[in-house]
Protein backbone atom coordinates (compact mmCIF):
# COMPACT_ATOMS: atom_id res chain seq x y z
CA UNK A 1 0.00 0.00 0.00
CA UNK A 2 1.46 3.90 -0.95
CA UNK A 3 -0.22 6.70 0.28
CA UNK A 4 0.83 10.14 -1.49
CA UNK A 5 -0.70 13.28 0.19
CA UNK A 6 -0.66 16.67 -1.69
CA UNK A 7 -2.21 20.09 -1.90
CA UNK A 8 -0.46 21.81 1.83
CA UNK A 9 0.48 25.40 0.65
CA UNK A 10 0.55 28.78 2.90
CA UNK A 11 -3.12 30.66 3.66
CA UNK A 12 -3.57 33.47 5.84
CA UNK A 13 -5.72 32.66 8.81
CA UNK A 14 -8.91 32.01 8.23
CA UNK A 15 -8.45 30.81 5.05
CA UNK A 16 -9.20 27.50 3.64
CA UNK A 17 -7.08 24.34 2.06
CA UNK A 18 -8.20 21.35 0.68
CA UNK A 19 -5.79 17.89 1.42
CA UNK A 20 -5.78 14.94 -1.15
CA UNK A 21 -4.47 11.61 -0.22
CA UNK A 22 -3.84 9.04 -3.03
CA UNK A 23 -4.07 5.59 -1.78
CA UNK A 24 -2.46 3.19 -4.18
CA UNK A 25 -2.06 -0.63 -3.59
CA UNK A 26 -4.03 -3.51 -2.81
CA UNK A 27 -5.96 -2.13 0.34
CA UNK A 28 -8.31 -4.19 2.54
CA UNK A 29 -11.87 -3.30 3.04
CA UNK A 30 -11.81 -2.78 6.69
CA UNK A 31 -9.80 -0.59 8.93
CA UNK A 32 -8.78 3.16 9.52
CA UNK A 33 -7.68 5.81 6.98
CA UNK A 34 -6.87 9.11 8.27
CA UNK A 35 -4.93 12.14 8.80
CA UNK A 36 -2.09 13.52 11.48
CA UNK A 37 0.15 16.49 11.74
CA UNK A 38 3.35 17.10 13.42
CA UNK A 39 4.39 20.93 14.19
CA UNK A 40 8.43 21.73 14.87
CA UNK A 41 9.08 20.64 18.21
CA UNK A 42 5.87 18.89 19.09
CA UNK A 43 4.85 14.91 18.47
CA UNK A 44 2.66 13.78 15.31
CA UNK A 45 -0.87 14.38 16.49
CA UNK A 46 -4.53 12.60 15.47
CA UNK A 47 -6.51 15.37 13.22
CA UNK A 48 -9.09 13.06 11.96
CA UNK A 49 -9.90 9.37 10.78
CA UNK A 50 -12.66 7.55 8.94
CA UNK A 51 -13.53 3.94 9.04
CA UNK A 52 -12.41 2.60 5.44
CA UNK A 53 -15.66 0.70 4.90
CA UNK A 54 -17.25 4.36 5.20
CA UNK A 55 -19.90 5.57 7.91
CA UNK A 56 -17.95 6.94 11.22
CA UNK A 57 -15.66 9.90 11.31
CA UNK A 58 -13.74 11.26 14.22
CA UNK A 59 -11.90 14.39 14.88
CA UNK A 60 -9.64 16.11 17.20
CA UNK A 61 -11.34 18.61 19.10
CA UNK A 62 -9.32 21.27 18.10
CA UNK A 63 -10.38 21.08 14.66
CA UNK A 64 -13.88 19.80 14.53
CA UNK A 65 -16.67 21.88 13.05
CA UNK A 66 -13.75 23.47 10.78
CA UNK A 67 -12.35 20.49 9.67
CA UNK A 68 -13.77 17.65 7.37
CA UNK A 69 -13.10 14.06 6.78
CA UNK A 70 -13.95 12.22 3.71
CA UNK A 71 -13.23 9.79 0.89
CA UNK A 72 -14.03 8.96 -2.71
CA UNK A 73 -15.00 5.37 -4.38
CA UNK A 74 -11.95 5.85 -5.98
CA UNK A 75 -9.93 5.45 -3.00
CA UNK A 76 -8.66 8.75 -2.72
CA UNK A 77 -9.11 10.45 1.39
CA UNK A 78 -9.73 14.28 1.66
CA UNK A 79 -9.40 16.89 4.33
CA UNK A 80 -11.45 20.12 3.48
CA UNK A 81 -9.85 22.53 5.83
CA UNK A 82 -11.69 25.74 6.26
CA UNK A 83 -11.14 28.76 9.40
CA UNK A 84 -7.52 27.91 9.50
CA UNK A 85 -5.42 29.39 12.50
CA UNK A 86 -1.44 29.41 12.78
CA UNK A 87 -1.70 26.96 14.91
CA UNK A 88 -2.72 24.43 12.71
CA UNK A 89 0.61 25.19 11.00
CA UNK A 90 2.05 21.46 10.72
CA UNK A 91 3.51 18.93 8.37
CA UNK A 92 0.35 16.37 7.56
CA UNK A 93 0.20 12.96 6.87
CA UNK A 94 -1.99 10.89 5.85
CA UNK A 95 -1.74 7.16 6.89
CA UNK A 96 -3.84 3.80 6.71
CA UNK A 97 -4.19 0.32 9.21
CA UNK A 98 -6.10 -2.03 7.15
CA UNK A 99 -6.47 -3.83 9.87
CA UNK A 100 -7.40 -1.32 12.69
CA UNK A 101 -9.97 -1.40 14.93
CA UNK A 102 -12.44 1.45 16.06
CA UNK A 103 -11.09 1.84 19.64
CA UNK A 104 -7.20 2.52 17.94
CA UNK A 105 -8.36 5.41 15.29
CA UNK A 106 -6.73 8.17 16.92
CA UNK A 107 -3.54 6.12 17.73
CA UNK A 108 -0.60 6.65 15.60
CA UNK A 109 1.24 3.60 16.80
CA UNK A 110 -1.79 1.42 15.04
CA UNK A 111 -0.96 3.08 11.24
CA UNK A 112 1.05 0.58 9.57
CA UNK A 113 1.52 2.73 5.99
CA UNK A 114 2.29 6.46 5.97
CA UNK A 115 2.50 9.27 2.88
CA UNK A 116 5.24 11.13 2.50
CA UNK A 117 3.44 14.87 4.31
CA UNK A 118 2.57 17.65 3.19
CA UNK A 119 3.37 21.40 4.32
CA UNK A 120 0.48 23.25 5.68
CA UNK A 121 1.84 27.05 6.91
CA UNK A 122 -1.46 29.52 8.25
CA UNK A 123 0.04 33.59 8.64
CA UNK A 124 -1.17 35.75 11.07
Known amino acids: VQLQASGGGTVQAGGSLRLSCAVS????????IGWFRQAPGKEREFVAA???????TFYADSVKDRFTISRDNAKNLYLQMNSLKPEDTAVYYC???????????????????WGQGTQVTVSS
Open 95 to 113: AMAPRGILSSVRLASSYDY
Open 25 to 32: GRTSSGGN
Open 50 to 56: LRWSGGS
